[in-house]
Antibody, heavy 124, light 107 residues
Framework: QVQLQESGPGLVKPSETLSLTCTVS??????????WSWIRQRPGKGLEWLAY???????VYNPSLGGRATMSLDRSNNQFSLKLPSVTADDTAVYYC????????????????WGQGTLVTVSS | EIVMTQSPGTLSASPGDKITLSCRAS??????LAWYQQKPGQAPRLLIH???VRATGVPARFSGNGSGTDFTLTISSLQSADFAVYYC??????????FGEGTKVEF
């Protein structure tokens, strides 16, 4: 059973960089089959897909982030990460990491496994 | 960007009711649509993928239908555990993959 666990600071100051890590167990981030994503949910709002990274390290981002985000893989620790610089209060949200059902294959890009989420508040 | 529109925003129902939630895509997404259930303080849970395929362990009272731009999620006999928010998600065209705004099913 695949499990994902987010970690990171609960509080970030405006203009600083938000850094989150997702630790994966029961599966490998080096698998060529899956895409590993970050999704956020602003308080009381819906879900927003932010980005994914493939086993190769290639990443795709939501254009709404304006090129701000960077994802990376840490194969030795079976983790993937998100960095979002220059945060504002609008970045306050619960951040989820997730794995799809096999994004390397068309039609399998739905999110099969989710972490429990971590609340990040942007405030001075 | 594909815009997903869910209706209604809130649905009031009682245990035992049959309910239908709607999701409309702003462009053709074939059958590349998923439904998720989210309860307060929890991560979303995959219910349906490929518009009509139940995920592992999902009760048979949940069913999905549709293709192209119009989709539905039906719960045939509402249980107390089903009161939650439901989101549709298109994964046909990206970036970005997009979600609907959700339908809250309340008692």
């Amino acid at each position: 059973q695949v499990q994902l666990q987010e970690s990171g600071p609960g509080l970030v100051k405006p203009s600083e960089t938000l850094s989150l890590t997702c630790t994966v167990s029961g599966g490998s981030v080096s698998s060529g089959t899956y895409f590993w994503s970050w999704i956020r949910q602003r308080p009381g709002k819906g879900l927003e897909w932010l980005a994914y990274i493939a086993h190769s390290g290639a990443a795709v981002y939501n254009p709404s982030l304006g090129g701000r985000a960077t994802m990376s893989l840490d194969r030795s620790n079976n983790q993937f990460s998100l960095k979002l610089p220059s945060v504002t209060a609008d970045d306050t949200a619960v951040y989820y990491c997730a794995r799809d059902a096999g994004g390397a294959v068309a039609g399998l890009e739905y999110f099969q496994y989710w972490g429990q989420g971590t609340l990040v508040t942007v405030s001075s | 960007e594909i815009v997903m529109t869910q209706s209604p925003g809130t649905l009031s129902a009682s245990p035992g009711d049959k309910i239908t939630l709607s999701c409309r895509a702003s462009a053709n997404i074939a059958s590349n649509l998923a439904w998720y259930q989210q309860k307060p303080g929890q991560a979303p849970r995959l219910l349906i993928h490929s518009a009509s395929v139940r995920a592992t362990g999902v009760p048979a009272r949940f069913s999905g239908n549709g293709s192209g731009t119009d989709f539905t999620l039906t719960i045939s006999s509402l249980q107390s555990a089903d009161f939650a928010v439901y989101y549709c998600h298109q994964y046909n065209i990206y970036p970005p993959w997009t979600f609907g705004e959700g339908t809250k099913v309340e008692f």
